[in-house]
DNA sequence: TTGAAAGCGGTACCAT
DNA sequence: ATGGTACCGCTTTCAA
């Protein structure tokens, strides 16, 4: 009985209007919520613009309001497990408050983060959740803080950036590792993280441009001078950036004959992989090796042994930056504060004391 | 030297020009990069534009110019590592061809995707990729082709429905470890899907509303009946929505004194939990039970014993969504396609002959 | 309660 | 090559 609505170029407010006998103005009250109008007007436009299929323009409103109703989210890779749980806090807590989030993916590289920042601030976001590639040129960071919206910083963030932060306490954690590690003998402990330097080797935490990476190497370190421990930094291997980049480092640490007793993985994908080079070096752990790895991913309780990990509150994280946020664009100008969210080491059998 | 730049009410073409010395129209010209202007001029704009920290408003340009440079995409669940990588696959793609990706989670919620479609076009994204929760109803899926918008279905799409699909042959993928595992004596096969019917209880593959699963329920029932196995609709168990749905029916099922002698999970989250229940239970695989698990997810490499997957397409899925739509928006307007890929069965070591 | 009209920040057409 | 100006679709004074 009635045709295909022609659905052509778009029906707006001043159509219902007409439509509806009444002047632009009334219907964009009704159709926008805000306002007054009488129950029978409020009937008639709402009939006209069901009549007419009427579709509201979020751009048009974006641009009077100044508010896009949108988060800009940029974090090093989706596919990462660690962001894709951190995603789902976020985009949980986006919705709960009516909110959408952009995403974009900055392959951990500081130049596409940047351009990342810009685009999103053009397409007029109302705040950004940013977890920053390298946190030594911090310029488009500022440059995004002072843009007037709001900017929260996930997982990574430096001391001297005054800009919210919402952080897992990896420094402790590390800390805590160490120790037991060196409290069961072990004495070659590595550390892996995808962290890279100019020179593809370590030399300080200052040459760490990831802030929770950082601090969980100066944990490390710390602990195990406080130990007499020595010249640990040798023991610390960067530029795991990808699972085969992670094979090599860790077959040729393995292989050596000076190899490790303990391995510490900076997080999930790097302990699989080490994991699986055990396997294809024969070595057992966690008699010939001991393996710790950050992040409770859903492979490490099924492995045999299940693997010993730093887990942490991603999920949290992600809702913890995304509230903070949302408060922010809710008029909170206290000054910026930092979130430091517990993490709790998971005992599980791929830890043992050192070969002797 | 040069003060805090006044960050206030955003800086305007209006306000280049008017510093430049030119009118509106050609400073958005060198700005927007169209028309044609004079190297003087340019630079004179472009000077000024840098001077006043100009920052252009895409909301703006896209109120004109109709398009928002904007893909949506609606999936079921941002933290399942399926749709991660599927959604590495389409960022990159869009990235690449100059989109920008807002996502929205759907919780495989039916009215959730309805309302993410209708936020998504009330935001004038360019297109839509979108995985559906239900194929019942797809009257919003027909609203959002009709709406002018391109659509691309991921994974999920029925055959009645005249839109672009990007699947994997699951259907075949089934048919295939289904032969295999009734080769190797197993008669006793069970199916654990997410999705789930009204009365959580499975009679026909027509109960069955997510495409890509009905299509392998249908290639299991179809080698089973080939096999003179019949009534095999019984051994199909539904409503394994969360780790704990699944650890539930896992249990009952593998209690039970007619368990089966083998297991095909539809998903890595359910395989994953299915094979921690193994462990609980006491049973070994594959000697007590043969696992396959739909998703070549990382940690079923690394398990012991390593398990046989169903290895799907799956950065290839988003990838080739994401392509097909930036084709429709480049204004390819053959008619709906439907892409397969192909899917691959990874054998390692969780399948063995059936208990005699 | 309702209507008229002025923007929001660009784009694009039409003159010059 | 440049300037003037009418939109895009909605919100928001300000009057009536």
Redesign the interface.
Known sequence: MDQ?PP??PSVTVADVACKAGVSKATAARVLGGYGTVSDHVRDAVTAAARALDY??????R??TTGR?G?IGVVVG???N?F???A??GI??VA?QTGF??????SGEDAA?EKSAIR??????VDGLIVSPAKESDADHLREAA???RPLVLLDRGSETLDIDTVIADDRHAAEGITRRLIALGHRRIAYITACDTPEHRFRTPADINTGSVRRRIEGFLDVCLEAGLEDMEDWVHVGAVTPEHTHRIATVMLKSSRRPTAVIASDS?IG?EV??VC?ELGLTIPNDLSLVSFHD???T????PPVTVVRQPVYGLGEAAAKLLVERLNGNTAKATRVVLKTEVVERASVAAAPT
């Open positions: 295909n659905r052509s579709q509201p323009n979020e751009l048009a974006s641009m896009s949108t890779d989706i596919e497990p962001f894709s749980l995603m789902r985009t949980d919705r959408t989030v952009i995403l974009i993916n596409t685009t999103l601030l053009a397409k007029r002072r843009s007037g994908v699989l994991f699986k396997r991913a859903d492979w309780s099924v492995t045999t």
